[in-house]
């Protein structure tokens, strides 16, 4: 059986894509049904300047089919090498780099995202405590499913209230490490997560169509970020390592990544964004027809 970290890299990007989908709600104001899931979720979430790629009914049919698979350097292979049904110089891949208009400091970021249920913490503080304690064990499990044998995780704590999870790391594999004496942590692999107090509002109908009251770990209560970092030598395939943490996370936590900013392979980049949600990606494409 594949480990969790080799099932998200074969099949990192099975899509969830419609606002039609049937997880979407009927009937709510602030859930636009001509948008994608992947634009509902960034738009309640703060994030702009970003938009859905049309495709055809038939290219829309196949990405939703649950037999359709992709991995994780699919799309940006279609620049070269259209997947089948996909006539060359208009696959998918070419028009997903289109994705994002005049690039703005929400859309060009990653950004993690949480609408965390009121009923499992008390107050905002508490519910800091508990996505921290999620986000350290979904680090920590996915690591160890790529094969780190004693990640070197720290939990540190700012002034402001905000939480943080510094978890270094060494991979043959990937050519991450052994480091020589002396080299900083900014020079390792890592991963590191950052969160700040949430807000508490309404769940967007995205995430729950009764809108029941939320925690809100958006860019409306301060930055949070979940980062994975290659070392400059490194060929670690970070698309992978961030969706083996998703896989492991609640259903009410989300990331958004940001064109151009992730590694897959070598000098590959991820080069369309995507909102991935427990190992699923979710893409910003809708139908001609909408």
């Not at 999620?134 to 402001?160: C, F, M």
Request: net charge negative; glycine share 4%.
């Amino acid at each position: 059986m594949l480990s969790t970290f080799k099932k998200s890299a074969a099949i990192v990007l099975v899509a969830t894509l419609a606002g039609c989908a049937s997880t979407a709600p009927k009937n709510s104001k602030d859930y636009d049904h001509t948008k994608s899931r992947a634009l509902n979720i960034a738009n309640a979430a703060g994030i702009d300047k970003l938009r859905d790629t049309k495709i055809t009914e038939a290219q829309y049919q196949q990405i939703e089919s649950s037999n359709f698979v992709m991995d994780a350097g699919w799309a940006w292979a279609n620049y070269i090498n259209p997947a089948p049904g996909f006539s060359s110089g208009t696959g998918l891949g070419i028009a997903l780099a289109s994705m994002i208009f005049t690039p703005s400091p929400t859309s060009e970021n990653d950004s993690l995202i949480a609408w965390m249920p009121t009923d499992l913490a008390k107050d905002e503080t508490q519910a800091t405590e508990l996505f921290r304690s999620e986000l350290k064990s979904a680090i920590e499990t996915a690591l160890i499913d790529l094969g780190v044998v004693q990640p070197d995780i720290q939990l540190r704590e700012s002034k402001d209230k905000s939480l943080h999870i510094w978890a270094s790391f060494e991979h043959a594999q990937s050519q991450c490490g052994p480091y020589p004496p002396g080299t900083k942590g900014t020079d390792k692999c890592y991963v590191y997560a950052g969160i700040r107090l949430p807000t508490k509002v309404n769940a967007p109908a995205i995430v729950d169509p009764n809108q029941s009251p939320v925690y809100a770990f958006t860019l409306a209560s301060g930055k949070q970020k979940l980062e994975v970092h290659a070392a400059s030598e490194s060929n670690l395939n970070e698309l992978a390592l961030y969706s083996s943490i998703s896989e492991n996370l609640p259903s009410w936590v989300f990331l958004y990544l940001a064109p151009k900013k992730t590694s897959i392979r070598n000098d590959e980049e991820l080069a369309y964004p995507v909102v991935l949600s427990q190992g699923k990606a979710n893409l910003f494409v809708i139908p001609a027809e909408k």
